[in-house]
């Protein structure tokens, strides 16, 4: 493993001798761009659109934009001025409970090991940190950038995550479509939360993996060697109208049953609409008629109003003249 760093933890007048390692690496499939005619890289150039020429690395300056297309020109000498605490010390400055840091904060992680000489003052503040379920705010200068981080232990050895400065966070209120007074039934929550119980267990990271980077490679490594690779599209799920319905299902599902619907009649969310009751009104106006081979015959009228809620029916033409006449 790379020694990426090197210094020593100071908290108090304690002093320990540690190396830095990176303790992620990142297996995104990296792709160039390439000229479809002759499958060569493409380059990219670096040119000054106002003098339409390309420009040399050491034409090259910094500069931070403090108006739209106004720049102000930092040199070497400008951050060589900014006075930047020992870059080869990590210094705590509070002890907290990692319950307390929210893991939005967490940026990059790093593995800490001891030099030849700290092994003794390692071991004390690991087993002081396990021993009071405690982690450690420091600050580190890292390739000329002081960061904020935490130490922690993890699996017996000592890391450093950097974190991010409270300003570095945005606001989550500045998220928009949250909701802030919807209401949610009692049996809807109650189901929400049987479902987590039914999904809780320990956490294994070993039962998760990248399937799309799985997948990519597969595609690869067929055409690097000319095979043909379809990947079989995932059939689409069937689609479940009421929240309590998918919550049914899904606590079936985690149970190991088989998808069922125990919906009996009753619906839960407003999103299904009711049934039309044309149907009620139709078979109203069967019952009030009985076919009996030799014509309609008429149902006592006592009969048909109990049966039949509609509005009397208009007249006819012949009942209309005989009125008249």
Known sequence: MHTVWKGSISFGLVNIPVKM???????????KYIHKECHTPVKYKKTCPNCNKDVQPE???????????????????????IEVKS?????ILDF???????????????????QETGGKAYT????ALNGKQRIAVAKITIRDRESLAVIRVYRNVLVLETIFYPDEVRDSKQVPGVPENLQTSNAELDMATQLIDNLTTEFNP?????????????????KVEGKDFVVKKETDKENIVSLMEALKQSIQMSKGKPEKSEISGETTDESIKATPRAGKK???????????GKGEQIKPKAE????DEEKPKRKTRKARETVKS
């Open 96 to 114: 907290v409970k990692l319950e307390e840091v929210d893991p939005i904060y967490f940026d990059k992680t790093y593995f800490l090991g001891p």
């Open 206 to 222: 070993d039962k998760y993996s990248d399937t799309y980077r799985q997948r990519l490679l597969e595609k690869i490594n067929a």
């Open 304 to 307: 048909v109003a109990e049966n």
């Open 124 to 127: 004390l503040l690991r087993e």
């Open 282 to 292: 139709a078979s109203a106006k069967t019952d009030a008629v009985e076919n009996t």
């Open 59 to 81: 034409d090259i300056v910094r500069g931070y934009e403090y108006e739209p297309g106004r720049f102000v020109i930092l040199t070497e000498e400008d951050f060589d001025s």
């Open 87 to 91: 870059e080869k010390t990590v210094e």
């Open 21 to 31: 390692f990176t303790a992620t690496e990142d297996k995104d499939i990296r792709f």
